[in-house]
């Protein structure tokens, strides 16, 4: 089964950057659509951004949009999640998501079928 490990989360003051990481196991990494949601304390999990198996597509919340970037790397079987300045509000637990279809607009947490175990990031003001 294919396992994801995310890493680089942390405590950062309001207006710093982090980026997180999100590593998979497995040889079918490059035909994943992979994504990023948090979950706010007492909140449900929300939609962060998404991106497409071959990179070419990308998807984000319009609460982050030109705030993060999603990339991946093929090769290294990774993607990522680049935050700038951030803002008390992007407290949250950051997961990774895999899909095993194509692609799809929809960011609804049941489109995705493995999950990473989180990573916590909280922004200080």
């Known amino acids: 089964q294919v396992q994801l490990v995310e890493s680089g989360g942390g405590l950062v003051p309001a207006g710093g950057s982090l980026r997180l990481s999100c590593a998979a196991s497995g040889r079918t990494f490059g035909t994943y659509t992979m994504g990023w949601f948090r979950q706010p304390p007492g909140k449900e999990r929300e939609f962060v951004a998404a991106?497409?198996?071959?990179?070419?597509?990308?998807k984000y919340a319009d609460s982050v949009k030109g705030q993060f970037t999603i990339s991946r790397d093929n090769a290294k079987n990774t993607v990522y999640l680049q935050m700038n300045s951030l803002k008390p509000e992007d407290t949250a637990v950051y997961y990774c998501?895999?899909?095993?279809?194509?692609?799809?607009?929809?960011?609804?947490?049941?489109?995705?079928?493995?999950w990473g175990q989180g990573t916590q990031v909280t922004v200080s003001s």
């Open positions: 991106i497409s198996s071959s990179g070419a597509t990308t």
């Open positions: 998501a895999l899909r095993w279809a194509g692609w799809t607009s929809g960011t609804g947490v049941y489109e995705y079928d493995r």
